[in-house]
């Protein structure tokens, strides 16, 4: 089994950056593909950001490109996603995700584990 847990949210003023994280655990994997989903408060979950698991190759939603950088870090079993720039409606749940030999295309839609969730708050 494999446990994802993030951290790093919390309430941040319109324009401020943030850099969450999510750490990986339980069984070792050789290959597998990390991403960032979130949802906001009624409205449906939306893919935001994917790395694959050498960390050369990134995807991203077309509403944080230019504000966000997803990076992962192998050695510390450790993803993150920088947000810059932010907003009122990156006002969200985030969640950590995963995907176990992440092949074909758009790969990062369906994903294997996730995590709980953590909450981040964008308002003045």
């Known amino acids: 089994q494999v446990q994802l847990a993030e951290s790093g949210g919390e309430l941040v003023q319109p324009g401020d950056s943030l850099r969450l994280s999510c750490i990986v655990s339980?069984?070792?994997?050789?290959?597998?593909?990390m991403g960032w989903y979130r949802q906001a408060p009624g409205k449906e979950r939306e893919f935001v950001a994917a790395?694959?698991?050498?960390?050369?190759?990134?995807y991203y939603a077309d509403f944080v490109k230019g504000r966000c950088t997803i990076s992962r870090d192998n050695g510390k079993r450790t993803m993150y996603l920088q947000m810059n720039s932010l907003k009122p409606e990156d006002t969200a749940t985030y969640y950590c995700?995963?995907?176990?030999?992440?092949?074909?295309?758009?790969?990062?839609?369906?994903?294997?584990?996730w995590g709980n969730g953590i909450l981040v708050t964008v308002s003045s």
């Open positions: 339980g069984e070792t994997l050789s290959d597998y593909g």
């Open positions: 995700t995963l995907r176990i030999f992440p092949w074909g295309t758009n790969w990062y839609y369906n994903m294997d584990y």
């Open positions: 790395i694959n698991h050498g960390g050369d190759k990134t």
